[in-house]
């Protein structure tokens, strides 16, 4: 099982549409979630961190199941700008970043 | 907002030559990392650095390369004699002490080996 796995998509979405992108990670002594965007070539940027609770940033919604080992992000009223590769990210025990390959988006006007 | 730096954003060289990449991360914080991603490919960990030494390392992060923190403010990724599969974008990261906290990424250097 890879460590951290992703549908790597595309997922081509209309404007205004919501999608959901999963995430299942192996080692259940990970220490810390996030979902990174990455544009094509460009550094990955911080879109959110990710907790048990679930947490929303304006249209962003992240979730975390421990039990499961599953992380969600939902994404509501798409943009054009949300077009990105996004990448769930799990932190181990020792703080170092272990990477999904990314899930592609492409929102379509 | 303070970023992390990283120089050269394109850095090409022929096979064989040493390569020093070079970052300056966010001022206040204290741990350090390199990532590369080969094109089309994940993301991946090569070290993580603390307190002047190496926490950390992959599996690809053999005897060719090695970090440093000469000063207060650089930090250096140094591959001694490059091969045509070190070619890939090279990231800096850091964050500060607190464990949770996320990892701030520069905006990479593209090594192309020849």
């Known amino acids: 099982r890879k460590e951290v796995e992703q549908d790597p998509g595309p997922f081509n979405v209309p404007e205004g549409a919501t999608v959901a992108f999963n995430c299942t990670y192996s080692n259940s002594a990970s220490q810390s979630f996030f979902w990174y965007r990455q544009d094509c070539r460009k550094e990955p940027k911080l879109l959110m961190s990710v907790y048990s609770s679930g947490n929303e940033d304006g249209r962003f919604t992240a979730q975390l199941n421990r039990a499961s080992q599953y992380i969600s992000l939902l994404i509501r009223d798409s943009k054009l700008s949300d077009s990105a590769t996004y990448l769930c990210?799990?932190?181990?025990?020792?703080?170092?970043?272990?990477f999904g390959t990314g899930t592609r988006l492409k929102v379509l006007a | 907002e303070p970023e992390v730096t990283q120089t050269p954003s394109h850095q090409v060289t022929q096979m064989g030559q040493e390569v020093i990449l070079r970052c300056v991360p966010i001022s206040n914080h204290l741990y350090f990392y390199w990532y590369r991603q080969i094109l089309g490919q994940k993301v991946e960990f090569l070290v993580s650095?603390?307190?002047?030494?190496?926490?950390?390392k992959s599996e690809i992060f053999d005897d060719q390369f090695s970090v440093e923190r000469p000063d207060g403010s650089n930090f250096t990724l140094k591959i001694r004699s490059t091969k045509l599969e070190d070619s890939a974008m090279y990231f800096c990261a850091s964050r500060p002490g607190q464990s949770n906290q996320p990892q701030h990424f520069g905006d990479g250097t593209r090594l192309s080996i020849l």
């Open positions: 990210v799990v932190s181990t025990p020792t703080y170092k970043y272990i």
């Open positions: 650095f603390y307190n002047n030494e190496i926490s950390e």
